[in-house]
């Protein structure tokens, strides 16, 4: 499967972005979704995942509460919603899924657990 991450831009501290990940070459629905970001001198980290049918998911503490993660397989496509936007949380932004049975909070939070990923989209916030 490709995927096709989008929706980064530059936006001023408290704002909102919708990021979108969406898959070409296979059916989207039997992979967990997940969204990494990596800030300029720092290693990738997790940010959320979600399951295969949008009832399982979880978060980084650091963006509980002010991210949304969500899939919607009609469209082969991921989303993450970001508000309340902070200038810490400019990153490049990456998607990445795996082919799953189950779903594992812990698991999936390793970005090493994933088969493919996305290009990357930048999220410049400015304070």
């Known amino acids: 499967v490709q995927l096709q991450a989008s929706g980064g831009g530059l936006v001023q501290a408290g704002g909102s972005l919708r990021l979108s990940c969406t898959a070409s070459?296979?059916?989207?629905?039997?992979?967990?979704v997940g969204w990494f970001r990596q800030a300029p001198g720092k290693e990738r980290e997790f940010v959320a995942a979600?399951?295969?049918?949008?009832?399982?998911?979880n978060y980084a503490e650091s963006v509980k509460g002010r991210f949304t993660i969500s899939r919607d397989n009609a469209k082969n496509t991921g989303y993450l919603q970001m508000n309340s936007l902070k200038p810490e949380d400019t990153a490049v932004y990456y998607c990445?899924?795996?082919?799953?049975?189950?779903?594992?909070?812990?698991?999936?939070?390793?970005?090493?657990?994933?088969?493919?990923w996305g290009q990357g989209t930048l999220v410049t916030v400015s304070s």
């Open positions: 979600v399951g295969l049918r949008d009832r399982n998911m």
């Open positions: 990445a899924a795996k082919v799953s049975t189950f779903y594992n909070p812990t698991y999936y939070s390793d970005a090493g657990r994933y088969d493919y």
């Open positions: 070459g296979r059916t989207f629905s039997p992979y967990v």
